[in-house]
């Protein structure tokens, strides 16, 4: 072997591989490297996040209705259960003033 | 057959009250004309083509109101006058009363409608169609006013035999007269875009009509009367209604 | 045990309606098109079938106070209506939140929705029929409630027919079969609560109209 032959060929960079598994479990392949494309996933994670933000705002308003709704009927019963126990013993002190003849 | 005489004597009857006067009539027809007059105010300074898509909801929100006003007039004449207590105590048949009601306020209609159609079609020259189809036009007028009419003499009828409020018969009529008075806006807007499904939607509107009326026909003598059938209250007494709940 | 009927009916409620809510938040996935809104319709949904079946128990119901003239006919028609009214507001209320959360319209003009608010206007002329009506206009009311349940039907007909007139702004798409599986618990837990309240509300009338017999008997006693 001759030391002096120096290589004839530059070594040329190694191409960026994307569908070769790493050979080390702890590292991913690298995409979306571009700035432009981080830029546009930010940004539509930025939106997902608001309308998720919004949707739940809307759920818990949708919510809060129904069960207003229900709990407003049901204050509506007590209170109209209240009276007609109100009436009842009303009813009762009449009749035993006046208790029914023979 | 005897409930048609029955129903055609009452109704020459009211037609010839109603020939001494022309209150009705007049008072109808009036306020026809001012609707009419501020409908142009509101809409005439609108685009064409939106005049077509106005004309069907003006020309029934019309006879809503217009109706309303001829029921209500209808029956006070009868509370006024106390007649209608007469009319339920002679041996009449109560379906010739509603029939008789309903085709005297069905005439009161269709001859705003002889105002209104005219009108709507001198206001608005989207309007032509009318004029184009006087057939299709009348049989239209006539279907529409009719299911209105159907529900609107049951109900006046029912408030008019109590100390009946009158605002009332907005409440009710309204909501109940909806499905109809929606028929009768699509079938207008087939009428004046020439579309070839009119005679399905006019025949649809028929049966919606027989319907009506048929259910109408029914519940006159319970609700004007009450039914025969013997009460459910201890003790044999007529029960209080629910209508009211004891105060505290 | 009939009596008790009512309050079993809410004891059962409350522990569906705590696993439906579990259900529908921690188990179900979110819709593809819709996302976290669609949460909404697991109660939105039957509320609007709960409040179609008021308006006909309503109506049969005042039919039978027409024909034989029951206080019991009577109050089950006031209890449906007033059900019916509660369930109608909350479609109508929730309805409208779920669509600007959705489409970003309020009021899609969708057949169903028109259909419920033409329905509730009609319970709501009921109700005012019922409690501001001079005495002799029960019958009327029960004439009202029977054109009402059978206009049920012929409203969501005529509201589809005038929908050609108006197209839709949005779709509600088809239920997958995961979903129906948390919807069903959501139904049978509101049902069962209205049921309840609706129970307790008829109870309450025919005590009232109770008491007013024995009370007019009592002064004429005294």
């Known amino acids: ?102 | 057959m005897r409930v048609l005489r029955q129903a055609l004597l009452l109704l020459r009857s009211e037609l010839r009250q109603e020939l001494r006067d022309f209150e009705l009539l007049l008072t109808a027809s009036f306020f026809t004309v001012v609707l009419l007059a501020m409908f142009y105010l509101s809409f005439a300074s609108l685009q064409s083509k939106a005049h077509l898509a106005a004309i069907p909801g003006l020309m029934w929100l019309t006879i809503a109101f217009v109706g309303v006003l001829t029921l209500t007039r209808v029956f006070d004449r009868e509370r006024e006058a106390d007649t209608l207590r007469a009319l339920l105590a002679a041996p009449v048949e109560r379906l010739a009363i509603y029939f008789a009601k309903a085709a005297m306020t069905l005439a009161v209609l269709m001859l705003c409608c002889m105002v209104l159609v005219p009108g709507l079609w001198l206001m608005f020259p989207a309007g032509a169609a009318f004029a184009e189809q006087p057939l299709a036009t009348a049989l239209l007028a006539l279907l529409g006013c009719g299911g209105y009419v159907a529900i609107g003499a049951l109900f006046a009828a029912g408030l008019a035999t109590g100390a009946g409020k009158n605002t009332l018969l907005f409440i009710i009529l309204y909501p109940l007269t909806t499905p109809v008075l929606m028929y009768a806006l699509v079938t207008t807007r087939a009428l004046l875009d020439h579309h070839p499904d009119l005679p399905s939607y006019l025949g649809q509107m028929a049966a919606l009509d027989l319907i009506l009326v048929s259910i109408a026909a029914l519940l006159f003598e319970t609700v004007l009367v009450g039914s025969g059938a013997r009460s459910t209250s201890p003790k044999g007494q007529v029960p209080r209604t629910l209508s009211r709940e004891p105060s505290a | 045990m009939r009596k008790l009927l009512p309050d079993l009916c809410l004891v059962a409620a409350m522990p569906l309606l705590v696993y439906s809510v579990h259900r529908v938040f921690l188990e179900t996935p979110n819709e593809r098109q819709m996302g976290t809104a669609f949460k909404i319709f697991f109660f939105h949904v039957p509320m609007g079938w709960i409040c179609m079946l008021m308006a006909v128990v309503c109506g049969i119901a005042a039919g039978v106070q027409l024909r034989r003239r029951s206080t019991m006919g009577a109050a089950v028609a006031l209890a449906a209506a007033e059900m019916g009214f509660v369930t109608g507001l909350g479609v109508l209320l929730t309805g409208p939140i779920w669509g600007n959360a959705t489409w970003g319209t309020p009021w899609t003009g969708d057949a169903r929705q028109v259909t419920t608010a033409l329905l509730w206007l009609v319970i709501v002329a009921y109700l005012l029929l019922r409690h501001y009506g001079p005495r002799s206009s029960d019958r009327l009311a029960a004439a009202l409630a029977i054109f009402g349940a059978v206009n049920v039907p012929i409203i969501y007909y005529a509201v589809k027919l005038w929908k050609t007139m108006h197209p839709s702004t949005g779709v509600v798409a088809s239920l997958p079969p995961e979903m129906w599986a948390s919807f069903w618990p959501a139904l049978s837990g509101l049902l069962l609560c209205c049921l309840g309240l609706f129970g307790l509300r008829i109870r309450q009338l025919v005590l009232a109209e109770e008491l007013d017999v024995a009370w007019v008997q009592a002064q004429d006693r005294a």
């Open chain 1, 1 to 102: 072997m001759n030391e002096l032959n120096a290589p004839t060929t530059t070594p040329q960079p190694a191409a960026p591989t994307t569908a070769q598994p790493a050979q080390d479990p702890a590292y991913g392949p690298a995409v979306g490297l571009s700035l432009k494309e981080k830029e546009q996933v930010r940004q539509l994670e930025g939106i997902a996040a608001e309308k998720t933000a919004r949707d739940y705002q809307h759920i818990v308003l949708a919510y809060g209705v129904l069960w207003a709704l229900f709990a407003g009927y049901g204050i509506f019963l007590w209170r109209r259960s209240a009276r007609l126990r109100a009436d009842m013993n009303d009813l009762r002190r009449t009749l035993d003033r006046h208790p029914p003849g023979p």
